[in-house]
């Protein structure tokens, strides 16, 4: 049966900066009722934002290698810092979350938790499972606000970094291991958490869908990936009639299409969960990134059509180890890794964060085993124009999977070359 499986998790790893930090009245009331109903969608259209200038931060540094990250993962991380900062670390955070619209972190945190009530509930399909789970890990020596305690009893941990770092590396691999099925099971290394380690805010997610029209694996062989006009390999590449909605949108200059996941057996209803699939002209995918916005997003999705598509699309599996200071740096978030860090609402202690890392895992076919793939070298041929009923993936693309509910990307990554999978 067709499948999908990743497995993520963003960690960000915080240490005592040595300033104490004068109490100020708690910015987030768990129980305030003004409120405005629109803060989940509002939340995560300013995911969107988020998602699209951490891709192209990623895919600046790395122009020519497949990428593949959580935009939800570590804007959930992001948000536990948000929550517990302050100053200009609560500016930067503000701004690079497009967090704008709220007036108050009430507003921010209303949806976040109307957000984890529906992940929970989609945790427990048997077909579509999608997990996921914020943990803050905090030295037990060190006051918490009562702020905090209020407002994140489920997320909390304390931990006796001091005496027992070791031990507590361990504690908090074995929970990031729980949560993504065992698939990310060493993520601190040995010596990455030590005794001057005071927090730890950490999002784990795990997602496995099953496609509403499943690839027959009879119909897989091996076809041409065109990665540039001097390198081609062989791919695995699935092929599957089926009907999907398609659009042709001008303002991105692409193919959009959706491949929508199955929630149970008992009906095959299909989800509010997508994998969608951007796919430019050959040598244009830089084009395309540079016109996505949440609005043309939205428009391509709306543009899409029924109608019957021979899709063809490689089977792929890579993983990527993403170090994200620089990443979250380029987009504006400095303050969270300097001395002047003001994470107030946590601790009166002055905190600063000394390392973030994400670690993105992602298995496409129709078994959800690892694809291999020969490499043979042909002379370059042109892409033609494609085809009105046919949605060839043999050259660079873009790929989302997509939260039709939130809006809200949930993970996001370009395949462009084969031979680079892990």
């Not at 992940?119 to 579509?128: D, I, P, Q, Y």
């Not at 909390?156 to 031990?167: G, I, M, N, Y």
């Not at 598509?309 to 300097?338: C, H, M, Y």
């Amino acid at each position: 049966m067709s499948r999908l499986s990743l497995q993520i998790l963003t960690l960000f790893v915080c240490c005592l900066a040595g300033v104490v930090f004068a109490q100020q009245p708690c910015q987030i009331r768990p129980d305030d009722s003004n409120v405005p109903r629109t803060v989940r969608s509002d939340l995560y259209r300013g995911q969107q934002n988020f998602t699209l200038s951490m891709l192209q931060a990623i895919n600046k540094a790395t122009p020519n290698e497949n990428v593949f990250f959580s935009p939800y993962s570590t804007y959930h991380a992001l948000l536990l810092a948000y929550f517990g900062s302050r100053g200009q670390t609560q500016a930067e955070l503000t701004k690079a979350l497009s967090l704008e619209w709220a007036e108050n972190k009430n507003h921010v945190h209303r949806g976040y938790t109307l957000e984890r009530s529906s992940r929970l509930s989609r945790s427990k399909n048997t077909l579509l499972q999608f997990s996921a789970a914020d943990r803050i890990f905090f030295d037990k020596d060190e006051a918490l606000t009562q702020c905090v305690k209020d407002a994140f009893h489920q997320e909390l941990a304390p931990l006796d970094f001091q005496t027992k770092s070791e031990e507590c590396r361990v504690e908090i691999n074995n929970w990031i291991s729980n949560v993504t099925r065992n698939e990310i099971t060493d993520m601190l290394k040995m010596g990455e958490v030590d005794a001057q380690t005071k927090l730890v805010l950490a999002n784990a997610a795990y997602f496995k869908g099953q496609w509403s029209n499943k690839f027959d694996p009879k119909d897989t062989k091996k076809d041409i990936f065109y990665t540039s006009e001097s390198k081609q390999s062989f791919v695995d590449m699935m092929h599957k009639r089926g009907t999907y909605n398609l659009a042709l949108d001008e303002n991105l200059g692409a193919y959009v299409l959706e491949m929508p996941y199955v929630t149970s057996n008992d009906n095959e209803k299909e989800s509010d969960i997508s994998m969608v699939i951007i796919l430019p002209p050959f040598h244009n995918l830089d084009g395309v990134l540079a016109k996505l916005t949440p609005d043309t997003l939205d428009d391509a999705l709306k543009e899409g059509m029924a109608r019957e598509v021979d899709v063809s699309l490689p089977k792929f599996a890579f993983e990527q180890n993403l170090e994200l200071v620089p990443v979250l740096r380029d987009i504006g978030i400095n303050s969270l890794f300097a001395e002047d860090c003001d994470l107030g609402e946590f601790f009166a202690n002055n905190l600063r964060f000394g390392d973030a890392k994400h670690v993105a895992k992602i298995n496409v076919d129709e078994e959800g085993s690892t694809a291999s793939a020969a490499t043979v070298l042909f002379s370059f041929r042109s892409a033609r124009p494609l085809e009105p009923t046919k949605f060839e993936c043999n050259h660079p693309f873009l790929f989302l999977i997509y939260d039709y509910t939130a809006k809200a990307i949930l993970f996001t990554g370009i395949y462009r070359d084969p031979m680079t999978q892990k």
